[in-house]
């Protein structure tokens, strides 16, 4: 050992003392870099690809009935929970985070008859994945229907008519009828029906029928409808053979909405009007008599069952229990046709000068809702298509014939899209020429169904070799120069 000064020294080392050394600067670095290790090894551990995978939007879409729906989608690798978004447009409706299964039922009721959107990703701890695809779907404003169809009773059996018009339903059971406790069998295309606050059930609930009953009709949209329902019991035909031969209601239950005829006694003639398009060669009729019986010729006619041939008046002949008849002159006429009326599959979208011809068009597009398809397939981009395609009005089917001849049969182009459709089982639909399209323009809200944040629509006509016509159905205006390779929306209609 030596002091200080460089001489050896023989004192000896206090007992029990170690040198001190410095060990704050190695003990920071050691621990600075075990935890690098440990970042080092998570991120080696965790991969690149940290995110969760995008999962696939798979319902709602297109056009549906629930305001809340249930939202469908495909499992995103590496994901723990999902998170969700509605638009209207650009404006977001509704979020929802922290979702744990693959689908979640909407409480909130989500608005009706206009284009939505949602789309989905996965999330872990603090990690987002990608957005899955936006799904557009429609909500169908709530059903406002709310008829009575069918009303009468199987004890006693008696057929009630329904005049729709005035709301009435109006019953005629046997002489002698207990009427304090009928149970009523009905049919509506309502929601529900109820007397003053009780629930109806057809063929269970019974009532009190000495007087008229209201039965109120509740649509799905909870609009109301009443009709006033009078239950009259036959007169008492006394001890001889009755005389009465009347026929006191006459209508069509089978036609959807029910037509009621209007019966003249004085002149002893029965009135009805029919839609447009009604076979009218074998209509049933309900109606109501006091007579015994009633034959049409040397038929016997039973009440919503025996059907007729309405061509040209029938006369029904009423037989009096006293063996006299009394005949009434029955005459159907069949209504105009009417632009947005129900028909063939369609709605009426144009009527000719004759009255009785025009277009029908579907009632929805042929495309999906959130997209459009091109007017030709990939190798007849820039061909013109064989032969003269017209513009007018009647040249649309043509147009379409021509279109598929040339691109072969298939679902991948506007018109084989609109040929393939067999709305109503028919199966002769196709892609509007131009003027024709813009007929479903002009008369787009009696048709319905168009859309109008992407409300672009091909006809069948070609303007050049690589360009043809289509509609923006919200402004009218037509445009002659779209590629081929566009992709539209269709709306495939037929000819009446």
Not at 65 to 80: L, N, V
Not at 93 to 115: D, Q
Not at 436 to 446: C, G, S
Request: some cysteine; aromatic content about 8%; overall charge positive.
């Amino acid at each position: 050992m030596y002091a200080r000064g460089g001489k050896e020294s023989t004192e000896p080392l206090s007992r029990g003392r170690a040198p001190r050394r410095s060990r704050g600067p190695l003990a920071a670095a050691l621990l600075v870099v075990l935890m690098l290790c440990c970042l080092l090894a998570a991120a080696a551990s965790a991969g690149p690809a940290v995110k969760p995978a995008k999962p696939t939007a798979k319902a709602p879409k297109g056009t549906i009935k629930s305001a809340q729906p249930t939202f469908k989608w495909t499992k995103a690798h590496r994901a723990a929970k999902y998170e969700l978004r509605v638009y209207k447009g650009k404006k977001l409706l509704l979020k929802r985070t922290g979702i744990s299964k693959r689908s979640w039922k909407c409480r909130e009721v989500l608005p009706s008859g206009v284009g939505l959107s949602w789309k989905v990703r996965g999330t872990r701890t603090h990690h987002r994945g990608a957005w899955s695809k936006s799904l557009r779907f429609t909500v169908l404003p709530p059903d406002a229907s709310k008829t009575l169809t069918a009303f009468g009773f199987t004890s006693p059996p008696a057929t009630g008519v329904i005049n729709e018009t005035l709301h009435t339903v109006a019953v005629t059971v046997p002489f002698g009828t207990d009427r304090s406790a009928l149970v009523a069998t009905f049919a509506t295309t309502g929601a529900s029906v109820a007397v003053g606050a009780a629930p109806q059930v057809s063929g269970v609930t019974a009532n009190d029928f000495t007087s008229p009953r209201t039965y109120t009709v509740t649509a799905a949209d909870a609009s109301t409808q009443a009709y006033v329902v009078t239950v009259t019991a036959a007169t008492d035909p006394g001890p001889g053979p009755s005389s009465a031969k009347a026929i006191t209601a006459f209508c069509f239950q089978g036609l959807t909405p029910a037509v009621t005829g209007t019966v003249t006694e004085a002149g002893h003639t029965i009135a009805l009007t029919v839609p447009f398009g009604t076979d009218v060669t074998a209509l049933a009729a309900t109606f109501t008599t006091t007579g015994a019986s009633v034959k049409v010729g040397a038929v016997a006619q039973v009440s919503g069952t025996t059907a007729n041939d309405f061509t040209s008046p029938v006369t029904y002949t009423v037989t009096a229990e006293d063996a006299t008849n009394q005949d009434y002159v029955v005459t159907v006429t069949v209504a105009a046709a009417a632009i947005g009326q129900d028909y063939g599959g369609g709605k009426i979208a144009y009527i000719d000068g004759t009255g009785v011809h025009g277009l029908i068009a579907a009632a929805a597009d042929q495309t999906p809702a959130d997209t459009g398809i091109q007017w030709s397939t990939v190798p007849n981009w820039y061909l013109s298509v064989p032969g003269a395609l017209g513009t007018a009005i009647g040249t649309g089917a043509a147009d379409t014939d021509a279109i598929i001849a040339q691109n072969d049969a298939g679902t991948t182009y506007a018109a084989g899209v609109a040929r393939a459709y067999t709305g109503g089982g028919y199966t002769d639909w196709f892609l509007p020429s131009k003027d024709e399209l813009n007929q479903l323009y002009l008369n787009r809200v009696a048709i319905g169904g168009f859309h109008t944040d992407f409300p672009y629509y091909w006809s069948s006509s070609q303007n050049l070799d690589k360009t043809a016509w289509h509609q923006d159905v919200d402004d009218g205006s037509q445009y002659p120069n779209d590629y081929k390779s566009d992709a539209f929306r269709v709306r495939a209609v037929r000819s009446f």
